[in-house]
């Protein structure tokens, strides 16, 4: 068997499996779910086109309450070790790339609040979004960062709490620096 057969056949168990673990929630074509995953749908959960969960050491988890509402567009990929808990609403938009060990949740301690992540958001590895967080489109939240604040559109944050900074000047900044570097 070749490389590219054995990956087919990988991407269709990947599916047949999406069908059995997400039989209580509402799913899209061709969802993938390669590694364990843990769903608690006791809310609405719907599950977009495309929408593929990868393997890898640690299991992910969504869970969704009673009365709440979980909701992941088409097109977005979730690394391994991924948690999601909404009480009332956690929405993540198309296109989405949320890394390993990335933690979502719309409650703590001391509120419930939407969370909503916009269109072709890349969240990295470790990062923590609290309740109440909109990040808007195109915007990357930094590895480790804690998103406590709301992100404007392509707005890169970073830290703990995250600080929030245009990604044009992230773009012009590196462009000088290189730019400084060639004249040297």
């Not at 069908?19 to 209580?24: E, M, N």
């Not at 989405?96 to 072709?120: M, T």
């Not at 709490?161 to 620096?177: D, T, Y």
Request: hydrophobic share 40%.
């Amino acid at each position: 068997m070749t490389s590219r057969t054995i990956e087919r056949l990988q991407r269709g168990v990947g599916v047949v499996r999406a069908k059995l673990v997400f039989r209580d929630c509402t799913l899209g074509a061709r969802v993938s779910a390669r590694g364990r995953l843990r769903i608690v749908a006791d809310g609405d959960v719907r599950v977009g086109d495309h929408v593929q969960f990868a393997s890898g050491m640690f299991g992910s988890e969504l869970v969704c309450g009673q009365g709440g509402e979980l909701v992941i567009g088409p097109s977005c990929v979730f690394n391994c070790g991924v948690s999601i808990r909404a009480r009332r609403s956690v929405r993540i938009g198309k296109g989405c790339i949320i890394a390993s060990l990335v933690n979502i949740r719309d409650h703590d301690a001391d509120r419930i609040a939407p969370v909503v992540i916009g269109d072709d958001v890349w969240i990295a590895h470790g990062a923590s979004v609290e309740p109440g967080v909109t990040i808007g489109d195109g915007s990357i939240v930094s590895a480790g960062s804690v998103v406590c604040a709301d992100v404007p559109a392509r707005h890169l944050a970073i830290g703990n709490p995250a600080k929030v900074i245009p990604i044009q000047s992230v773009r012009q900044e590196k462009r000088e620096h290189s730019e400084d570097l060639a004249r040297r």
